[in-house]
């Protein structure tokens, strides 16, 4: 499968949305945190797309290799998340300086939604993951992308791929910034355990819902 990630094309940092490349279409930008009018991420339409392609292509070789891990068809779990209609997402997080960063977190301990989540951080230390009862730092590299399995990938997979549980802590004396793209399925598509990987010694973990369902529940901290 290593293969499959060989002449990646360059991945350059973009703070606009793409709005649209092919079938793939991308939601309105939603920007949380304080004082982002200070920032300038608004670039050129020729980069946005630049950005974009590199993403799909990206996101193409990781949804094969993710079905090969199943012993599936390269395409199955593309797929079974949506296809071409799987929804780009931008999120762009602002955390200013915390006087107290020992009592407060930037964002509480979770998984994602999505199938997946592909992360740009600054380089200001925040992101941990959850393992083994403990918490780990995820340590910047920088022009790397940071990639989340969501709950849909979970669920799909039948739990043989885990969510990221993770949170995000802030920083006392400096700013930190990351740009999480989550790709999502169609809010009418139905997720499910794909079939190929349940019989009768691995009985569905999961139900079969509409996306927007699972995300109706989970926000709203209903039993699945």
């Not at 930008?29 to 050129?44: D, H, N, P, Q, W």
């Not at 994602?112 to 730092?137: A, R």
């Not at 990938?153 to 802030?170: A, F, M, P």
Request: hydrophobic share 40%; net charge positive.
């Amino acid at each position: 499968m290593a293969d499959l990630f060989t002449k990646s094309p360059p991945i350059t940092i973009f703070k606009k949305m793409v709005h649209k490349i092919g079938m793939q279409k991308f939601k309105d930008v939603l920007i949380t945190g304080r004082k982002y009018a200070l920032y300038s991420f608004f670039l050129s339409r020729e980069a946005n797309e630049e950005y974009a392609k590199s993403l799909r292509v990206i996101v193409d070789r990781m949804f094969k290799c993710l079905s090969l891990g199943l012993g599936l068809e390269a395409h199955e779990m593309m797929e079974a998340a949506g296809g071409e209609d799987i929804v780009y997402l931008l999120k762009i997080n602002y955390y200013p300086p915390c006087p107290r960063p020992d009592l407060a977190l930037g964002v509480v301990a979770h998984t994602d939604m999505s199938c997946i989540t592909l992360l740009v951080p600054n380089e200001v230390q925040g992101l941990q993951v959850f393992k083994d009862s403990h918490w780990y730092d995820v340590n910047y590299i920088p022009n790397a992308l940071i990639v989340h399995i969501g709950d849909q990938v979970e669920i799909l997979s039948n739990g043989k791929y885990k969510s990221v549980y993770h949170r995000t802590t802030v920083n006392k004396d400096k700013t930190r910034m990351s740009w999480p793209v989550f790709l999502e399925p169609p809010s009418e598509h139905e997720v499910g355990p794909i079939p190929k990987l349940v019989n009768e010694a691995n009985q569905p973990k999961f139900k079969t819902k509409k996306y927007k369902d699972y995300v109706y529940c989970k926000l709203n901290k209903l039993p699945q």
